[in-house]
């Protein structure tokens, strides 16, 4: 019994053998058969190279901020003091209709007795220097008054009016509401033009430039001179600067690029437009301008990427032998917010400017004050007083 049972076990182990070899194949072909069928299964993906992180974005941060204004600020201008630098205003409008023009001193903060109120929506603002009147010079501040479709002018640096109540402007046109403005001397006879743009507009004419004079009472009057500018039709052109030296005219032309024509109403060419630029890398509007001026004909252009709280510079003198060509040289980053209005100046004026100064607006009812080398950074020059440094 128990060979016959030795025996079976054999055989039974020899069976259970082959069944596992057999299976075993059967296993291996299904494999075969099951590898070798279409599959959705994606193969990993190869590792990706390194990549280095981008360096942080540096924010410049402003000297001084401002005491806020009551309501919306927009616009500033600087006026230098022509005997003590370190006494020079920063003039900026309060967008409403209880409006003001704001006087503030270096350090940011507002002089009532300086400051006009009750303007009703003042907008823009620009100044400009030795305006003959009553047989003497006076510096003038002239801002936009967009309820009253005029414009004001106020006498520097005691912000008294000049105006006799104000100069109507696009008289006779349906389109009249005044938002920006821009004032051009011109060197050769030292006439004085105010050149002004509106909240709406037709695609050609749409800014119109008056000559500044004396009424004859002592008084501002102003004479229409020329009517020009193009206006793609998409959105606004508030933001204009005038480059009295060269004589240029730039304006922005909001989600198109900036326009730019001969300042001289009397120029051959003066109703051609000279150039286009800024037109690619804004986020949404390009707005307010302001010329960097060195004495030798260079400087800066910058010009407000709105919404990207940047400023995109270009350089005044053009490029690559075209004064009319303006590539983007650089970007900055800065703390104000939605940038409208800005002004900037080379002039040496305190401790905290001695090399210049760049003003801008910001959205919290504030002016921001940056001093020139903070802009310029390793970039670009440094000229105070317009004047660059003399090198061996």
């Not at 006087?103 to 400009?128: C, F, H, M, Q, S």
């Not at 409208?340 to 002039?347: F, I, N, P, Q």
Request: some cysteine; hydrophobic content about 35%; aromatic content about 8%.
């Amino acid at each position: 019994m128990k060979r016959k049972s030795r025996e079976i076990g054999l055989a039974t182990v020899l069976a259970l053998l082959l069944i596992i070899a057999f299976s075993g194949c059967v296993g291996l072909r299904t494999a075969t058969v099951v590898s070798s069928q279409p599959t959705d299964e994606k193969p990993p993906a190869a590792p990706e190279p390194s990549v280095a992180p981008e360096p942080p974005v540096m924010v410049l941060k402003p000297v001084v901020v401002t005491q806020p204004a009551l309501h919306d600020t927009d616009d500033p201008a600087i006026w230098l003091h022509p005997t003590d630098r370190s006494q020079s205003l920063i003039i900026g409008t309060d967008k409403n209709e209880d409006g003001a023009l704001y006087a503030y001193d270096l350090d940011g903060n507002i002089i009532d007795e300086k400051t006009v109120r009750g303007l009703k929506r003042p907008n823009n603002v620009d100044i400009e220097y030795g305006l003959m009147l009553g047989g003497e010079e006076v510096d003038i501040a002239v801002t936009t008054e967009r309820l009253t479709k005029s414009i004001r002018v106020f006498r520097l640096p005691d912000m008294v009016a000049i105006d006799n109540g104000g100069i109507e402007v696009f008289v006779g046109d349906n389109l009249r509401a005044p938002m920006g403005v821009a004032l051009y001397k011109r060197p050769s006879d030292g006439a004085i033009y105010a050149i002004v743009g509106r909240k709406e507009g037709p695609t050609v004419s749409y800014l119109w430039q008056y000559l500044l004079e004396d009424d004859g009472n002592g008084n501002v009057a102003g004479t229409v001179v020329r009517k020009f500018g193009e206006y793609s039709g998409v959105k606004e052109i508030e933001a204009i600067a005038v480059d009295d030296p060269l004589g240029y005219v730039y304006y922005s032309d909001e989600n198109v690029g900036t326009r730019k024509y001969h300042a001289d109403p009397d120029a051959p060419d003066a109703d051609v437009q000279l150039a286009l630029f800024g037109t690619d890398g804004f986020t949404d509007d390009n707005e307010g301008i302001s010329i960097y001026m060195i004495n030798d004909g260079t400087g800066y252009i910058l010009i407000s990427d709105q919404q990207a709280n940047k400023f995109r510079i270009f350089p005044r003198e053009g490029a690559d032998g075209d004064p009319h060509n303006h590539p983007q040289i650089k970007v900055v980053s800065v703390s104000t917010t939605e940038s409208d209005g800005c002004e900037v100046t080379s002039a040496v004026l305190n401790d905290n400017f001695k090399n210049g100064l760049f003003v801008a607006m910001s959205d919290n009812k504030t002016f921001h004050f940056y001093s020139w080398e903070d802009i310029a950074g390793e970039d670009l020059l440094i000229a105070p007083d317009g004047e660059l440094p003399v090198t061996e």
